[in-house]
């Protein structure tokens, strides 16, 4: 039996990127989206993330891809920059194998490295039992907000919970100049 690999994801993988989304955006409560976005949309959203630096992995099995996680910026306003916003979806065969938390433990991993501050979860229909609130839970993700009632689809209302994470330190010391977000803010100036 062979293993799951994780990688960064390359432009070749967003056909089964966009194929795993769009399970999510039809069948779960995971992401607000109501129709799920073109192969095309999900490139130019791929391209975005790769220009900014974030980290972006996918988790492969037998050349199958089975699952997907992103960092990307939380809100675009500068002084956000050292915050970044996680994203992971699993592909319907794969749920409930550990695919999940094998990619966010690495995405974690490559926040760090990057020298971001905190990462964030926003997640969608936030019920105390989904999986997403008990993965995040269980990597260290404390609780930070619920927005009730902050989304319709399928029919009810859904919660949105925010969890996050602190790295490197999080607001206890000042930022690093050589951190990735420092170094895109002063090439930006």
């Known amino acids: 039996?062979?293993?799951?690999?994780?990688?960064?994801?390359?432009?070749?993988?967003?056909?089964?990127?966009?194929?795993?989304?769009?399970?999510?955006?039809?069948?779960?409560?995971?992401?607000?989206?109501?129709?799920?976005?073109?192969?095309?949309?999900?490139?130019?959203?791929?391209?975005?993330?790769?220009?900014?630096?974030?980290?972006?992995?996918?988790?492969?099995?037998?050349?199958?891809?089975?699952?997907?996680?992103?960092?990307?910026?939380?809100?675009?306003?500068?002084?956000?920059?050292?915050?970044?916003?996680?994203?992971?979806?699993?592909?319907?065969?794969a749920k409930g194998q550990g695919v999940g938390l094998l990619l966010m433990q690495s995405l974690i991993e490559s926040c760090r490295a990057a020298g971001f501050r905190q990462v964030i979860a926003v997640i969608g229909d936030g019920r105390p039992d989904s999986a997403s609130v008990r993965l995040h839970e269980k990597l260290g993700f404390r609780h930070s907000g619920r927005l009730e009632g902050s989304g319709y689809k399928h029919g009810r209302w859904l919660d949105t919970v925010f969890m996050q994470l602190p790295l490197n330190g999080g607001a206890l010391a000042p930022p690093d100049p050589d951190s990735l977000p420092e170094r895109k803010f002063r090439q930006q100036k």
Request: without cysteine.
């Open 1 to 93: 039996m062979s293993s799951i690999i994780l990688r960064p994801a390359t432009a070749a993988d967003i056909d089964r990127i966009t194929e795993i989304y769009a399970d999510a955006v039809t069948q779960g409560t995971a992401s607000y989206e109501l129709e799920p976005p073109s192969r095309a949309e999900m490139g130019e959203r791929f391209d975005t993330l790769m220009a900014g630096g974030f980290p972006y992995l996918v988790a492969e099995k037998d050349g199958a891809v089975l699952g997907y996680a992103y960092a990307g910026a939380f809100r675009p306003r500068p002084a956000y920059r050292f915050i970044v916003e996680d994203s992971v979806y699993v592909a319907p065969e």
